[in-house]
């Protein structure tokens, strides 16, 4: 913060006088209970202060009509006709919204798509066919026929033990995971006692990792849940989705034919599950199975067996576009606000962003005169979560420099309406909550005082405010750009699992409402604050 002026609020005061402003309205939602004012779909504060503004905010069944649009299409991964259509869908969406949808920035990829997969057990009178939760995403390919060996059970893989106060959260437990693994994998194929040239190897993950909400202290300023007023609780934080790919690359220089990981989760849970999402790996087929299936394995691993395994998959050059599309302000400035998200996935959440857009451009648009925003709302909508190696949100800003040189906020939206969905081995995988822990992060800014303020307003139950030094999610860009940010986004287990029904049973249509409600009212109240007000403080990652 040196050379910034004497005027410029510490983090310490900001925060001061945000937890002053927001302590009364705490008491507010505690106050009212179930049947209070504050307990209906639409915020007690409405942008645009009248019950006209307020109608035209989307519904809860209007939400759920446009996430079920989405999902219709089928699993969106990256670069696939199904994720083309939605995308196509949200240019024709935003142009009825009375936006300019820009051209489009291709991004080439190479699109790998399962067709067909199993695991037989040979030898018998017929195969005896084991249950697949899912496939290993880019991991390699069979032909038709498969591939056939031993299965080799090469052991459990160490637990690991995470710090909880970790200030790097989640990408620290992760980097901490990938490197303990290495070094195991390599201990385990040296003293195998047998050759893994030719054979099906079968592994243990010590996954999820044993995580608790914990990890999210060291970056909290601020957390609302009125199920827990006191403070944020210490909750069950293992998560499927925080799988990232390793041992690959050693199990195929060993000479494996194929792997066999398993997971400790339960097939309800486990099943579909797309992970590791964005890895890659060198040729070598994987499959992931549930702890059950996993200790039947173990139990026949004894006598190797002969196994045979098959992971069908094409591969073809494809391109894969970012969307923009801008909503014109009332031109009384060239400034500014970006609305960022993703637009690929696997189900309702990964990646409904893009339908929350839409509601949002929708509702800017209808806005009577007087009542609109001064600033230009720009939409993007970047592709590439879903695959490795691609630019995402960074992509689009160093597509844009025109329209990155007069954004004075940015607001990245992921993973809307989530209910929580816990796995235990007392209970199985059950509902546990309406509200997924989520978090939004946000620079040090005067940015943080509206947001703090309205998470309560609108009922974001079990959201934490949170600052660096790392950013999950697509939206760090904008922080390691220097431009004033928000990053919401939550991560339920099923976050990337492909179901026939995208997961829909799982939707919170009802937050959903209040999160668009939310987003409209934030962006109501930055577009009152002066460009400087919003960058007065750090908007950098925190000691960057």
């Excluded at 079968?202 to 044993?210: A, F, M, S, T, V």
Aim: hydrophobic share 40%.
């Amino acid at each position: 913060m040196s050379g910034q002026s004497s005027e410029l609020l510490s983090r310490r005061a900001l925060m001061a006088r945000a937890l002053t402003a927001s302590a009364g309205l705490v008491g507010a939602r505690l106050l009212a209970g179930p049947g209070g004012a504050l307990a209906s779909t639409l915020p007690a504060t409405l942008p645009g202060g009248n019950e006209t503004v307020a109608s035209l905010l989307p519904s809860a069944q209007q939400v759920r009509s446009g996430v079920q649009t989405m999902v219709n299409f089928g699993p969106r991964l990256t670069g696939s006709r199904a994720h083309n259509r939605y995308i196509a869908w949200l240019q024709t969406q935003f142009t009825k919204a009375g936006c300019s949808v820009l051209p489009p920035d291709p991004h080439p990829l190479t699109l790998w798509q399962a067709r067909r997969y199993g695991l037989e057990v040979l030898g018998g009178a017929s195969p005896l066919i084991i249950p697949v939760s899912s496939y290993y995403p880019r991991s390699g390919a069979t032909a038709r026929t498969g591939v056939t060996g031993k299965l080799v059970y090469l052991g459990a893989g160490p637990p690991v033990s995470i710090s909880p106060g970790d200030p790097g959260g989640i990408p620290a437990a992760m980097q901490l995971y990938e490197s303990s693994m290495e070094g195991w994998i390599n201990a385990a194929i040296a003293g195998a006692g047998t050759s893994l040239h030719g054979n099906i190897v079968l592994i243990d993950l010590p996954l999820p990792l044993p995580l608790t909400t914990a990890i999210f202290a060291s970056m909290a300023d601020y957390y609302y849940n009125p199920e827990e007023p006191t403070g944020a609780a210490i909750g069950d934080y293992k998560r499927l989705w925080i799988a990232s790919g390793v041992g690959l690359e050693q199990l195929k220089s060993a000479g494996a034919a194929g792997v066999v990981f398993g997971f400790d989760a339960s097939p309800q849970a486990m099943l579909g599950q797309y992970v590791p999402f964005s890895s890659e790996g060198p040729g070598l087929p994987a499959l992931n199975v549930d702890r059950e299936t996993a200790n039947t394995l173990r139990g026949l691993a004894a006598n190797t067996p002969t196994v045979r395994l098959t992971l069908q998959a094409t591969t073809e050059p494809v391109t894969s576009p970012s969307i923009v599309a801008v909503l014109p302000g009332d031109g009384s400035t060239e400034e500014v606000m970006v609305l960022n998200t993703h637009t690929d996935g696997q189900n309702f959440v990964e990646e409904n962003g893009g339908v929350a857009q839409v509601l949002l451009a929708r509702y800017f648009n209808r806005l009577p005169r007087g009542r609109r925003l001064r600033r230009t709302l720009v939409f993007s909508a970047v592709t590439g979560h879903m695959a490795p190696n691609m630019p995402q949100t960074k992509g689009f800003i160093d597509s844009h420099p025109d329209i990155i040189g007069r954004t004075v906020a940015a607001i990245t939206l992921e993973h809307l309406g989530v209910s929580k969905w816990l796995d235990t081995l007392t209970n199985g995988y059950y509902e546990a909550s309406p509200y997924e822990p989520s978090g939004a992060y946000c620079s040090t800014t005067e940015m943080v005082v509206p947001l703090i303020e309205s998470i309560s307003e609108h009922q974001i139950n079990n959201t934490a405010v949170l600052c660096g030094p790392v950013y999950f999610g697509i939206g760090g860009a904008f922080f390691e750009a220097g431009i004033p940010a928000i990053g919401y986004l939550t991560g339920p287990n099923y976050l990337v699992q492909i179901a026939a029904n995208g997961c829909m049973d799982k939707l919170n249509d009802a937050l959903f409402a209040r999160q668009v409600a939310w987003f409209a009212d934030l962006l109501t109240r930055y577009d009152k604050m002066s460009a400087q007000e919003l960058k007065t403080g750090e908007p950098t990652v925190r000691g960057a």
